[in-house]
């Protein structure tokens, strides 16, 4: 009956002439109203999708099903230095370091690049999406010395920068759910961040969003991701830098704005 | 040197203006976060006895971040105007707490006086003030602007129409356009967050939206909220642009963060100018801000987070807005952590910046990290309207498909102007009306079937 709490079937056999429009957009068009005020069903599918994407939120990352889904592929699992999810939301400083365990664990090679895949604020996001992303890029980085991938939980996009820095990675990718909207609960964000350092700015990063099954596609996202990667190289950078150079297909929202703050999941 | 109070036969002692101000502030995980928050509630309330003696004079001569250092201080201080601070300049803030709600300072005096009004002043009275207290003042404050309409009358309430799609697909955004409109959204403007922040992107935006104004003639203003660089550049290309926007905070480093500064705003302000394209007016810039930003960015300087927020008005105020609003709840639990924090927050924002002369709306909303809900909203969008709000952002079904986050739906705003007996703009309420959308006497939205209005063209048209 619904999809995310969002009706699919009309309320109200008057309302059936949006539903060609509902093809356009995701969005909750044509609601129709009681007064001013929405009907009843329309405001239980809501309240039912806002209880859906805080239980997004609040679930941990099941990281040994991410291990299964790499068929024996090398991975580490690290965390940050929030203990848990509420000290995770309300210290996002903490969610941005690694815990000490986890960065002894952590052995110094030489790397081009380190996929690292975060919980974020949605761990489904990473659970269906970063695996199969992670893949989708091995045939596009064709003789690139590729690290094993990270798996890092309570963890923000600036966990990377210190991860790569203690592997040797002089590129990290970074692979997070982003914070749950109503309709969708499991887009991904992808951060690339050129010769990362801990305390490293966002505006040293370029960023592909909205990567879930309405939004970027996988290889979409993928060829895009290749593209940036190959400039950063070339170049030498990333962020704004990398953002001038490229041509307007291929950017994604790398520049600050108040809408960005917590993309930084 | 610095504050001291005894309370409850304890004496507390503040070492400067930059923490008397954080101690006094009401509550809130931002502060928290940055370890500038009240140990105890105490030590809060001898702040605020301490923080009801300063003289307003203080705020002139201390600058929270230092004149060479910073461009945002160097402007609040370089276009301070003492004529219009002279009616107060002897007042301590308890006392300008006090005239503030007096009968005295009615529309007339306010308006003169907030040119003489720093950031750091309004913040620092707001924290004394209750929440009513707030309200209750930017309700006599009235600040217009204009451009294809006339925003900020008394008796009005305008909102944004957010038409927002995850892959700024225009037919989408066509189709949420529709739909507010049929509620009677769109007043402050038409403005989509764009999903690819580029130069060809918003122009591609701009055009549709421009082409859809013009085809039903609608009085009112679009806008595509891109960075300011790409902004300047679309118009460099000859874009649709009325309304540049820029997403600014209360520091030059922090500014500096979003990737902007004064010149790169001044550049950009003279460059919509020259467009002449307002026909009431001549108020072109939109700017967004929100508590927390310059925290988020490291760049507070060690100021409470309310307080560098209302360093932003500044910066706004220099481009004579036509419209900015907070966005309250966007930016998380780790600075705003529940509905009660939001609220409040929601209305320091509006008070400071309507006492400042600022064009103050408000995106009442929140993320599914938050401890907040639709409630909450229903509650700070009543207050704010109670307040006086020039404009509430409004998304199909309270629901933003592309930012992921809860506004306000357009039932939302339909049924605060109701409550609060509100109209839309004159001049797009008279459109509406032409439109046979609006019955003006009921002030009441008609429930029409997309088949009885030309503007379901619209989406052929996109």
């Known amino acids: 009956m619904t999809e995310h709490g969002k009706p699919v079937v009309p309320t109200n056999a008057a309302l059936d002439e949006w539903q060609p429009l509902r093809g356009l957009t995701r969005a909750r068009i044509g609601l129709g109203r009681s007064g001013n005020a929405q009907r009843t069903t329309d405001v239980l599918a809501f309240q039912a999708a806002h209880a859906q994407a805080r239980d997004a939120v609040h679930a941990p990352l099941d990281v040994q099903g991410m291990e299964r889904q790499l068929h024996g592929a090398p991975c580490l699992h690290v965390q940050s230095r929030a203990a848990d999810r509420a000290t995770y939301l309300r210290r996002p400083d903490l969610g941005r370091r690694l815990c000490e365990d986890s960065l002894h664990m952590l052995r110094k090679e030489e790397w081009d690049v380190v996929f690292v895949a975060a919980d974020g604020l949605s761990s489904i996001a990473t659970q269906t999406n970063a695996i199969p992303f992670f893949q989708a890029m091995q045939p596009l980085l064709r003789g690139w010395r590729i690290a094993p991938l990270v798996i890092a939980t309570q963890s923000r996009v600036a966990i990377g920068d210190e991860i790569a820095q203690a592997m040797g990675a002089r590129l990290v990718v970074m692979m997070i759910g982003e914070r749950p909207g109503l309709s969708v609960a499991d887009s991904l964000g992808i951060y690339l961040t050129y010769a990362p350092y801990v305390g490293c700015p966002d505006s040293l990063r370029n960023c592909l969003s909205n990567i879930h099954a309405h939004g970027m596609t996988i290889p979409v996202g993928a060829s895009k991701l290749a593209w940036l990667m190959q400039e950063a190289e070339r170049l030498g950078l990333t962020g704004v830098g990398l953002k001038d150079a490229a041509p307007d297909k291929v950017l994604g929202k790398n520049t600050l704005s108040l809408h960005d703050k917590d993309t930084d999941a | 040197m610095g504050y001291r109070h005894r309370l409850g036969g304890e004496s507390y002692h503040f070492p400067d203006l930059k923490t008397l101000l954080a101690v006094a502030s009401s509550t809130r995980s931002g502060d928290q976060l940055a370890g500038l928050a009240a140990q105890s509630d105490a030590q809060r309330m001898a702040a605020r006895y301490a923080l009801a003696d300063v003289p307003l004079r203080s705020f002139v001569q201390t600058a929270l971040v230092p004149y060479e250092e910073d461009e945002v201080t160097r402007l609040i201080v370089d276009t301070h105007d003492a004529n219009a601070f002279s009616p107060i300049a ?373």
């Open chain 2, 90 to 462: 002897h007042m301590t803030v308890g006392e300008f707490r006090d005239w503030l709600l007096s009968h005295e300072a009615d529309t007339v005096s306010l308006a003169r006086i907030a040119p003489g009004i720093t950031p750091e002043m309004a913040a620092a009275v707001s924290k004394l003030m209750r929440n009513q207290d707030m309200m209750s003042v930017a309700r006599k404050i009235q600040v217009i602007t204009k451009f294809r309409n006339t925003i900020g009358l008394p008796g009005c309430l305008s909102s944004r129409l957010q038409p927002n799609h995850p892959t700024d697909d225009l037919k989408g955004i066509a189709a949420s356009t529709l739909d507010g409109l049929l509620y009677g959204m769109g007043d402050a403007v038409i403005g989509i967050n764009p999903a690819t922040d580029s130069v060809a992107n918003g122009l591609a935006l701009l055009d549709m939206l421009d082409q859809a104004r013009q085809l039903y003639d609608i009085p009112t203003q679009t806008c595509v909220l891109t960075h300011v660089t790409n902004t300047l550049e679309i118009m460099n290309r000859g874009g649709a642009v009325d309304l540049v926007f820029q997403s600014v905070a209360g520091t030059q480093k922090a500014n500096e963060g979003f990737g902007v500064s004064l010149a790169i705003l001044r550049e950009a302000h003279e460059a919509a100018l020259a467009l002449g394209r307002g026909t009431v007016g001549q108020n072109v810039m939109y700017f967004e801000t929100g508590q927390g930003a310059a925290l988020s960015a490291g760049a507070h300087h060690g100021i409470d987070q309310q307080t560098v927020e209302a360093r932003a008005y500044a910066v706004a105020r220099a481009f004579d807005p036509l419209l900015v609003n907070t966005v309250v709840g966007f930016i998380g639990p780790e600075y705003l952590y529940d509905g009660k924090q939001v609220i409040r927050a929601g209305l320091e924002d509006h008070f400071c910046a309507k006492l400042m002369g600022v064009p103050m709306g408000c995106d009442a909303c929140y993320t599914n990290h938050a401890e907040v809900d639709q409630d909450d909203m229903d509650n700070l969008m009543t207050l704010l309207g109670v307040a006086g709000i020039t404009f509430l952002i409004g998304v199909p079904g309270a629901d933003d498909i592309m930012l992921n986050y809860q506004s306000l739906s357009f039932h939302d705003i339909l049924t605060l102007r109701h409550m609060l007996g509100a109209r839309p703009a004159p001049e797009f309420a008279a459109w509406l009306e032409r439109m046979g959308l609006y019955d003006p006497l009921a002030n009441q939205m008609r429930p029409l079937a997309l088949e009885q209005t030309p503007l379901a063209r619209l989406i052929g048209a996109a």
